[in-house]
Each structure stands twice: as structure tokens, then as C-alpha cells.
């Protein structure tokens, strides 16, 4: 069974960075799709980021696009999300999320971590 563990949320000013870690278990992840989502309050949760495991392929949601990075680290079967110039809007608590490729929607998640980015 696939288990996903976020961490590294917290508090950090405008302007400032975080950086997020999904540690997964439970499968060797060679043929997943790893993602990071988003929802802030009284908002539908919103697509970040995802990583092709094999090779690296990475595709990003268009609020994000050139502030967040999404990387994988293999020895530790660990996926991050480096969050750049981070804005108010990007408050939200993010969700670590898996697939299969080529499957249909994202059936693995984290609990999620808090992220609030103070004006």
C-alpha cells in the first residue's frame, strides 16, 4: 500500500521560499506520476506540479510556472517541491499525491501540510 508523508510547511513572509518533501512508500515508484496540489480555503484544491518518476519529466500548473520546482530524489524515494518568491495566494495546505502512469485520477495521497505566506 502506497503511503505518502509531507513535511516542511510552515509560516514564511512574501517574497520568501520553503521547500516541501513527500516521503513515499509502499511501492517501488518507477512507473508513477508523483504530484503536488493545493487547496486554500473555501477553494477548490488546485493542481501545482507532477514529476514522471523514470526520467524526470515535469509539467507545472500555470500560477506557479517559474517560482516552484518539482524534483525527485530516488536513493531516498523522496519527492520535492521548492517554492520560490511564495505570494499570499499561495496559502494553502499542499497534498503529495501518486498514480501509476497512464492510470486515471490521483488515487494516493498525503495528509497534507500547511503552507501561509503573510503579506
Known amino acids: 500500500q502506497v503511503q505518502l508523508v509531507e513535511s516542511g510547511g510552515g509560516l514564511v513572509q512574501a517574497g520568501g521560499s520553503l521547500r516541501l518533501s513527500c516521503a513515499a512508500s509502499?511501492?517501488?515508484?518507477?512507473?508513477?506520476?508523483m504530484a503536488w496540489f493545493r487547496q486554500a480555503p473555501a477553494k477548490e484544491r488546485e493542481f501545482v506540479a507532477r514529476i514522471i518518476w523514470s526520467g524526470g519529466a515535469t509539467f507545472y500548473g500555470d500560477s506557479v510556472k517559474g517560482r516552484f520546482t518539482i524534483s525527485r530524489e530516488n536513493a531516498k524515494n523522496t519527492v520535492f517541491l521548492q517554492m520560490n518568491s511564495l505570494r499570499p495566494d499561495d496559502t494553502a495546505v499542499y497534498y503529495c499525491a501518486a498514480k501509476r502512469v497512464g492510470a486515471g485520477p490521483y488515487d494516493n495521497w498525503g495528509q497534507g501540510t500547511q503552507v501561509t505566506v503573510s503579506s
Open positions: 509502499g511501492r517501488t515508484f518507477s512507473s508513477y506520476v
